[in-house]
């Protein structure tokens, strides 16, 4: 149990511009973990394990990727309770992201805006950042208990134009897989110019067969298997749900992650920063996740591994998008406003549920 009540910390924190927030937190759990300073926020993990993509995972809460994009705190948020972290996205070359401000939070909704535009220090830092970290370096186990699991998320750089897009991911592919549990393809930010073009039928079909075929390549050259997820967006329609679903199980993509942000602002029409550009991330998202989610699983069958996430804040908004067709969750936007205590509370509600 974290010997500091989230609540103390929230004020402070939201006093903050909300970009020199998420860094200061960052920077705390990255320099934090392994002193006795991780014991402000560390919390004790629920056992609830489950196999996804042959995967061990010790319980079903995960982190999605954007909250650590350069690998920095991976330690700090294993201490948290998580059955398994995602990290990234990463690209081949550090590059800046989009101009400041480009974070916002809609408090009334539960909500934030970001347009990063996948701000990170580049590929080779990433890789060292993983391997430095005790979680990598330990072989990932603790004290013999189930290791927790980790996803590395990759993408492309925003000068790569969109017809080599597919250059961009084999060169991540190639230099996350040695490192990663797992590794998701994000092609679905609305913060990088024509990204969510290549959730389109052809573009989707070149990106996902080269990617196969690189994996299998990859596999044999390491000698281990690494599961490859594809993140999609909330804005898609019954049809392109189906394609995409189509075009996953033609290529034999391991799982699918449902979803990213979303363009829509109808949840927040009136609110303060409601018409800033980007992804609206948080409670506003989660009807149009789950919905995403329901369409996945009736297109995909009951076998195919969806890691649900989108507008978590609660252990029953959880348990809803298991019902909806998830087979695990992913927080962020949540565990902003609600803090560290909200994996412990899915993580029992989702067991309860079980």
């Known amino acids: ?14 006093n903050l511009d909300p970009e020199a927030a998420h860094d200061l ?3 705390s759990l990255a320099r934090g973990a392994g002193t006795p300073l991780q014991w402000a926020w560390c919390h004790s993990r629920v056992n609830d394990p489950i196999t996804l993509a042959g995967l061990q995972l010790p319980n079903r809460v995960g982190l999605a990727a954007g909250l650590d994009k350069n690998a920095r705190a991976i330690d700090g948020f294993a201490g948290m309770g998580f059955g398994f972290v995602e990290v990234g996205t990463v690209t081949p070359l550090a590059q800046p992201g989009n101009p400041k401000p480009r974070m916002f939070r809609l408090p009334e909704a539960n909500a934030l805006i970001n347009r990063m535009g996948f701000n990170n220090d580049g590929l080779d830092a990433f890789v060292r950042n993983v391997k430095s970290s005790r979680l990598y370096s330990s072989q990932r186990t603790s004290g013999g208990r189930q290791r927790m699991v980790l996803g590395l998320n990759i993408g492309k750089n925003a000068a790569t134009p969109i017809e080599r897009a597919t250059d961009d991911y084999l060169i991540g592919l190639a230099g ?3 490192y990663a549990d797992y590794v998701t393809v994000n092609i679905s930010s609305p913060n990088t110019k024509n990204l969510r073009d290549l959730q389109s039928d052809a573009a989707l079909d070149a990106l996902l067969g080269a990617l196969k075929s690189r994996q ?3 596999a044999d050259e390491h000698a281990r298997e690494v599961p490859l997820f594809l993140k999609i967006a909330p804005d898609l329609d019954g049809d392109q749900v189906q394609a995409i679903a189509d075009a996953l199980l033609r290529h034999g993509i391991d799982g699918v992650v449902a979803t990213n942000t979303t363009l829509s602002r109808e949840a927040v029409q009136g609110m303060p920063h409601a018409q800033e550009t980007g992804g609206l991330s948080g409670a506003p998202v989660r009807e149009a996740s789950n919905r995403v989610i329901a369409g996945l699983r009736a297109a995909l069958g009951p076998q195919f591994p969806i890691i649900g996430v989108g507008g978590i804040l ?8 298991i019902r909806a067709g998830a087979d695990v969750v992913q927080l962020y936007t949540g565990l902003i406003y609600k803090g560290p205590a909200l994996v412990q509370e899915v993580a029992q ?3 309860a549920a079980r």
Do not use: C, H, N, Q
């Open 176 to 178: 996350v897989f040695p």
């Open 349 to 351: 509600a989702l067991r």
């Open 1 to 14: 149990m974290a010997l500091i009540p989230y609540g103390l910390a929230r004020p402070f924190l939201f």
């Open 314 to 321: 609660s252990g029953a908004d959880a348990v809803a998008k």
């Open 216 to 218: 299998r390549e990859l």
């Open 25 to 27: 937190t960052i920077d």
